[in-house]
């Protein structure tokens, strides 16, 4: 009898044991340990920092960005960054001295921590690529949530790299890595953003998606008429009513209440392209940005200031046909009240046929998927 409980108790603990639910977020991470190495303890980072090699010769880079929650809309506060790359001879620099991971990743390295906005910035020199290899020039950089284990997301590329793979990863780690670095300041610094979106894309990310939230009017409804200032599209420099002037058509309204608009680029870039292929007698496609920093604007021209870097997201995606659109608030009582908008809602989206509610979905994933069934209702 004791040995069949003995047996018994060692079946339910292998059991129990196989049955565990701790993963390890990411997979693999060769060298993400060296996250750790940081000479200065977490909670006494800085958000901004320059790296060792910024004081020497070279070409002088600034980046900077929000780092999201996987919602893509919530910033993610002490989310810490390491970064490393090579100098301007294309090597992982050393001095001799090193420790630890640095022997191999080189004393060009440093750690960032973001603050309560979610902001973090590093200041550089442009890495060289690898001597005689066609590896484009690039930044690694490691992650470390602060209840979640250390895993890497996608390099920072440079838009103009004659390097750069024409063919990249379609979902990458932690959202588009590429940057687009502006002219030099009066400091000869060339200034380029990437924004983060945590777990976009990691192996085992414990994400559950979005809030299941009702939103927007319901499926049958008429869409009623509003102006919005229009950044890109037929109208683009206008306020012009989508549905006075196209509503007898069929179209997709999407009202987004997030500022970071990069993780929509690729959704975006396939409504014009669908648009461009369908024609606009077929299909109107509209943006509708409700500006969700209408509380918190520091000064008078700061909404101008937004509207500009919209229209020159929309300029840099090439949408023609495309309307970007602008709202005040997503509390505005005359355009998004009178679609019944949540603003907890990061987005909802809208078919419309002859100027009625077709379709309607809220919290969408900006994914082939989702693209997919939105058009299959037409």
Not at 18 to 24: L, N, V, W, Y
Not at 286 to 299: A, E, G, Q, R, S
Request: with cysteine; hydrophobic share 35%.
């Amino acid at each position: 009898m004791k040995t069949i409980l003995i047996l018994f108790l060692i079946s339910v603990a292998v059991c129990a044991c196989g049955q565990s639910t701790s993963t390890t977020v990411g997979g693999p991470c060769e060298g993400c340990e060296a996250i750790f190495e940081s000479p200065i303890p977490f909670e006494k980072l800085p958000n901004s920092i320059a790296l060792p090699d910024f004081r020497e010769v070279g070409p002088k880079i600034e980046i900077s960005g929000i780092v999201y929650q996987r919602d893509g809309m919530t910033p993610a506060k002490d989310v810490v960054l390491y970064v490393y790359h090579t100098d301007q001879k294309g090597v992982y620099p050393t001095k001799g001295n090193e420790k630890g991971w640095a022997k191999r990743h080189g004393y060009i390295r440093g750690w960032v921590k973001t603050d309560k906005n979610g902001f973090y910035q590093f200041k550089t020199l442009r890495p060289a690529p690898y001597p005689g290899r066609n590896a484009a020039e690039h930044i690694h950089v490691t992650v470390k949530e602060p209840d979640k284990n250390e895993y890497y997301i996608d390099e920072y590329l440079f838009s103009d790299d004659p390097l750069l793979p024409k063919t990249r990863n379609s979902k990458p780690r932690g959202g588009d890595g590429v940057i687009t670095l502006l002219p030099a300041d009066k400091e000869g610094v060339r200034h380029a953003t990437r924004h983060i979106i945590l777990g976009l894309n990691v192996n085992d990310y414990p994400y559950a998606g979005l809030p299941k939230l009702n939103s927007g009017l319901k499926a049958g409804s008429n869409c009623p008429a509003f102006d919005p200032l229009h950044l890109s599209g037929a109208d683009v420099g206008k306020k012009a009513c989508p549905m006075c002037k196209y509503g007898q058509g069929q179209g997709i309204m999407v009202w987004f209440n997030h500022a970071n608009v990069d993780q929509m680029k690729d959704f975006v870039k396939a409504l014009e392209k669908e648009m461009q292929t369908k024609g606009e007698n077929n299909l109107r496609v509209f943006l509708i940005y409700m500006n969700p920093f209408y509380n918190d604007n520091p000064t008078e021209n700061a909404d101008d200031i937004l509207k500009g870097k919209l229209k020159k997201w929309a300029d840099e995606q090439k949408l023609k046909k495309v309307a970007l659109t602008w709202i005040p608030s997503p509390t505005d009582e005359e355009t998004a009240g009178l679609y019944e908008i949540n603003p907890k809602a990061k987005n909802t989206v809208f078919v419309y046929k002859k100027r009625e509610v077709a379709a309607k979905w809220v919290n969408i994933e900006y994914d082939d998927r989702t693209l997919k069934e939105i058009l299959a209702a037409f």
